[in-house]
């Protein structure tokens, strides 16, 4: 059984910085480069969107225009760890972030329908 468990959430004012960081167990590590993974962000009363997604093997990444040149994705496969660097914060950032993982050897979705796996959820706040 995979289970995906975020830490880093917290408040911060904006212009500031976050790291949210999501280890995956039940995988061995040469199991985790198979499974592309993603952040996703819900506001309460709104679906929840695809922030950042990077593939398997990390070779290629997906950012939402809204975060691009702010947020960045990356993995270490070796601890089994997906990380979500969010710069220059926003207000408008602020939401409860989820990590997911796409079944395994298929590519990034936009769809949160098509993630096998989730996180419990980080919550982010900025204030202004």
């Known amino acids: 059984q995979v289970q995906l468990v975020e830490s880093g959430g917290g408040s911060v004012q904006a212009g500031g910085s976050l790291r949210l960081s999501c280890t995956a167990s039940?995988?061995?590590?040469?199991?985790?480069?198979?499974?592309?993974m993603g952040w996703f962000r819900q506001v309460l009363g709104k679906e929840r969107e695809l922030v950042v997604c990077?593939?398997?093997?990390?070779?290629?990444?997906y950012s939402t225009d809204s975060v691009k040149g702010r947020f960045t994705i990356s993995r270490d496969n070796a601890k089994n760890t997906v990380y979500l660097q969010m710069n220059s914060l926003k207000p408008e950032d602020t939401a409860m972030y989820y990590c997911?993982?796409?079944?395994?050897?298929?590519?990034?979705?936009?769809?949160?329908?098509?993630?096998?796996?989730w996180g419990q959820g980080a919550q982010v706040t900025v204030s202004s």
């Open positions: 039940g995988l061995t590590f040469v199991d985790f480069v198979d499974y592309s």
């Open positions: 997911a993982s796409m079944p395994r050897y298929r590519a990034c979705s936009l769809a949160a329908g098509q993630y096998s796996y």
């Open positions: 990077i593939n398997r093997s990390g070779g290629s990444t």
